[in-house]
């Protein structure tokens, strides 16, 4: 966990690694459609994605995975797996890699059983299962459909359905010490990496402080490039983007800021 | 490896590692599309992806995944990273992984030296870099854009656009023995996980050969959950489907084959 001593310290890279949990996207049912947005929240916060994993609904694997990357980042978010059916292993699988103990949750009881009563819903005993909370942990609430993730050390369990664990994700600023912000700038041309690849290298060796990152892309009958600067100085960044659309003129190519059209 | 004596062995399970490599689609720019096409193809070949991981452009985290996961899993494949530019790191991190040396590969220079007299462009130093391939790899062609990919050992690197993926992909059935083949039927109904989800359980627990996965889904006003279940032996898995369906209109819903309309 970062230490409280470097709350907005603007110079400090603060990590996490995203986990997936759940076969649906392994075996190409399910296109994954949490990384992105996890990814780009947590920017916004000043914690940057470094790793994501994607994992099946096998409890070993869970547990291996999981205290592997808790140690290595200063953040761990996982999806999928906190429903109530029998392949939700994930708060079982959590609180084992934790070596503590699982239970119902009280205030996660109290929620779900004021859900199902408004709803006219019955509280069976796999809905409970959704109350089932490691030890220590504390509750993510979950407006939309009630059952909670929750936080565990530096690990944050959320929901696999995008819209619900959206709101968890959004509900944990608070909860986070981000560090640095990473900002991007992309300029994009209608003309091949290879052309401006040796330049752009250069460019990349003058500025170290900037990650520059080259994409090709294909629209139909159109190709082209393009290049994206990260970085947390904003001045600098403008000053690299500034370069690099000099740089592709000099190839007799038209730049555009942003995206290709 | 898969043992030679393994071939067409129905039983034997293969695994393989999908490790995607770029800066890209960690930081949210771009959303993966290869996973996907990568996991069903291999399926049909008989190979199962277990994990998948998402890893930054630098090279030290590029050498420990791939040491790491190729020893774990019997295949493994990349994608991202075999282009011209200083950012594509991917070929000499393969070679440093497996601790050879790597240069320009006699075959991969002379197919696109041919490619760039053809189109006119410009055979530079940063394109003479898509030829350089770790000694001892073999290459996978790219009839696309000519930049060939290659194997080493258990591992195939692939480009990162995915329509040079997806080419490269289907070129490599006769390199992969796969084993046992992964059959999936869905049932679909507007009904509520929670509902279902204990006699799905005592469904699973009936027939632990079949694994029954439950995927809650919304799609505007109406949710309803997709129950899949997958495994080698077709006859058992229409038996378990039908047995879902019936589960299903115990509780008044009307299941449909497949997905939700």
């Known amino acids: 966990m970062p230490e409280k001593s470097n709350i907005n310290a603007a110079n400090k890279l603060v990590t996490a ?7 649906e996207v392994l075996s190409g049912r399910t296109r994954d459609a949490n990384l992105g947005y996890i990814a780009k ?4 916060i000043g914690v940057q994605v ?18 592997e990357v808790r140690t290595r980042y200063d953040y761990v978010f996982t999806t999928g797996g906190i429903g109530p059916t029998h392949d939700d292993i994930t708060a079982d699988s959590i609180a084992k890699a934790f070596g503590v103990g699982i239970g119902y949750h009280p205030q996660a009881m109290a929620t779900l059983e004021m859900h199902y ?3 006219g819903g019955e509280f069976t005993e796999a809905r409970k299962r959704m109350a089932r909370i490691p030890e220590g942990a504390s509750l993510i609430a979950n407006p939309l459909s009630k059952a909670p993730g929750f936080q565990i050390g530096n690990v944050f369990v959320m929901a696999g359905v995008p819209m619900v664990m959206q709101v968890m994700m959004d509900s944990l600023t608070d909860r986070l010490e981000g560090g640095a912000t990473m900002q991007s700038r992309t300029v994009s041309a209608q003309i091949g990496e290879g052309t401006i690849a040796e330049r752009l290298g250069a460019l990349q ?9 080259s994409y090709p892309y294909y629209r139909g009958k159109t190709f082209g490039t393009s290049v994206v600067m990260r970085g947390t100085d904003v001045a600098l960044l403008e000053r690299v983007a500034a370069e690099a ?4 003129r000099g190839f007799g190519a038209e730049p555009v800021s942003g995206d290709p059209a």
Not at 245 to 248: H, K, P, R, S
């Open 117 to 119: 009563q408004e709803t």
């Open 50 to 67: 470094r790793e994501a994993r994607v994992i099946p609904d096998i409890e070993q694997v869970i547990v291996d995975t999981i205290n």
């Open 17 to 23: 690694c995203v986990v997936l949990i759940g076969d």
């Open 205 to 213: 060796a003058q500025f170290p402080e900037v990650g520059i990152g």
């Open 245 to 248: 659309e000099a740089l592709i």
């Open 41 to 44: 929240h947590l920017n916004q």
